[in-house]
């Protein structure tokens, strides 16, 4: 079993700033790939990040590149996404995910991932 905490959520203002982190434990951790998702309101779950399991490679969702940037550590087993600039639209509780398998073939798509957190609440005021 794979545990996922969240931290950093909070209410921001339009423009600001905001890091959230995630914390794996329960598997080694350079096993698991990692991503972040998002879900509004009356609205779909949605992609934002993704890392591969070296941290070599990262993907964003199209809409979201050049504000956030996701990053992983090794060595601490956790992942931060940190999000710039942010907006109303941003507003979202925000899901770190692992996949534990061997290989992921995508790595924008939810049902790559089989272990999820809690979620945390990240809310841009206009």
């Known amino acids: 079993q794979v545990q996922l905490v969240e931290s950093g959520g909070g209410l921001v203002q339009a423009g600001d700033s905001l890091k959230l982190s995630c914390a794996a434990s329960?598997?080694?951790?350079?096993?698991?790939?990692m991503g972040w998702f998002r879900q509004a309101p009356g609205k779909e779950r949605e992609f934002v990040a993704a890392?591969?399991?070296?941290?070599?490679?990262?993907y964003y969702a199209d809409s979201l590149k050049g504000r956030f940037t996701m990053s992983r550590d090794n060595g601490k087993n956790t992942v931060a996404l940190e999000m710039n600039s942010l907006k109303p639209e941003d507003t979202a509780v925000y899901y770190c995910?692992?996949?534990?398998?061997?290989?992921?073939?995508?790595?924008?798509?939810?049902?790559?991932?089989?272990?999820w957190g809690q979620g945390t609440q990240v809310t841009v005021s206009s």
């Open positions: 890392v591969t399991r070296t941290g070599g490679q990262t």
């Open positions: 995910a692992a996949d534990a398998t061997r290989r992921t073939v995508d790595a924008s798509s939810a049902d790559e991932y089989n272990y």
């Open positions: 329960g598997r080694i951790f350079t096993t698991l790939a």
